[in-house]
């Protein structure tokens, strides 16, 4: 049995092991935080099978590409790249709704963001571009123009509907330019650049924009969570997003210390339960299903499923998932040390970066640091296709682990 288990779950054993703790831990905070889901199906077991089941595919996907050598990721790329533009402009003019943000596609039964698919692609398109121009001294300096001519079309795509995954990409392509030696002229020019983008976007935004008609209501997103429906937005065009921006920068700049007493629970509802639910953990946490904000909070399930974790886990949970999400990130980095190409190695660190700095997002919003954004806890947060897709990811850095531990082995043996 030990064989087979072993054959079956190839590659690095420390990835296999933080994945198998956070699909744990996914399974017990989800089907904690889920009861608003529980009260509308009426059925206690529903929300959390749909998520086991879910969790049993992603493991499935991973299991499967890390059998795939990394050699044919490269093959892969221009349809995946010709794939994810038509799913894109798909969901810009077709796509479903949900708080006033068009982002999910509906495909034989399933639904899922095509930016999810994007994030990767753009990875693996980066990697090539980093792995095929390296020289001696760095990156040839053209790297830097052809991964933005690749870039920035999608990020224009992705932001219209989902400005904070945009962001999230621009940083993880950027730190994989660092990695791979790109100028530093030129990313400086690029920091410099993004400077100004952000100056004249926030000038738009409160030009364009209006507090009124937002979307960021606490009313809105309980109905909308309460009630498991979709909403339709009324609004149409590519700036229908700018009063949600707006809404949501000047809360961050105009924050004030407001007393507990004289709080709107109303007006802020998810940064006032998500504050109420960490202080209620008491550093050491109420205990697994024992949440009490889980029924207040909108999307305790997955957007602020971390402070559902802080609140029934204590500070010493929550610091064992941030732990989690470090030991990932730097062992794809000994991973990358041990491989003889670039590509994999770009590959393996840009799909790393990608999962936490993600996380790192949400559970900066989570306590409060970072204004919301909407962006899940991955390999976390009950999602739909993103949970497969995130594990899809976590398969192909398993791919690449297989054929750097050979190298990694030959070295030992030399050093011996």
Known sequence: ???????????????????????????????????????????????????SWKIVMGVAAAIFILNVPCRFFKLVTPALLIVSVIMLL???????????????????????????IAKGTLVLVTAQILSAMQRE????????KFILIVVIPFIILIGLENLSTAALIMVVIFLMMFIGRVPFVQLGKMMAGGALVVVLFIGLVYMAGSLEGSDETAETQTESVANGKTEKSTKKGPLHRFATWKNRIDKKLNSKYVAPQDY????????AHANIAIVNSNIIGKGPGQSIER????????????????????IIGA?????????????????????????????????????????????????????????????????????????????????????????????????I
């Open 1 to 51: 049995m030990n064989i087979k288990l072993g054959n079956l779950f190839k590659g690095d054993k420390v990835i296999w092991m933080v994945l198998l703790f956070l699909c744990l831990i996914s399974v017990v905070e989800v089907f904690s935080a889920s009861s608003s889901l529980t009260y509308k199906s009426q059925n206690y077991l529903s929300p959390i099978l749909g998520h």
């Open 90 to 116: 798909w969901v810009l003019f077709f796509g479903e709704r949900t708080n006033d943000a068009g982002r999910w596609i509906s495909l034989f039964g399933l639904k899922f963001q095509p930016s999810e």
């Open 137 to 144: 001294e760095g990156a040839d300096k053209r790297a830097f």
């Open 264 to 271: 709107d629970l109303d007006k802020d509802a998810q940064v």
């Open 295 to 314: 029924d207040f909070l909108p999307q305790a399930f997955s957007d602020f499923i971390f402070v559902i974790i802080i609140e029934e886990l204590g």
């Open 319 to 415: 610091g064992f998932v941030v732990l989690l999400y470090i030991v990932l990130l730097f062992r794809a980095a000994r991973i990358a040390s041990r491989c003889d190409n670039n590509f994999p190695a770009f590959l393996v660190l840009g799909l790393a970066l990608m999962l936490v700095i993600q996380a790192s997002f949400n559970m900066l919003v989570a306590v409060g640091i970072a204004p919301v954004t909407g962006q899940p806890l991955p390999l976390i947060s009950r999602g739909g296709t993103s949970t497969i897709i995130n594990c899809a990811y976590i398969g192909a850095i398993l791919s690449v682990s297989r054929s750097a531990k050979k190298k990694g082995d030959k070295m030992s043996l030399n050093e």
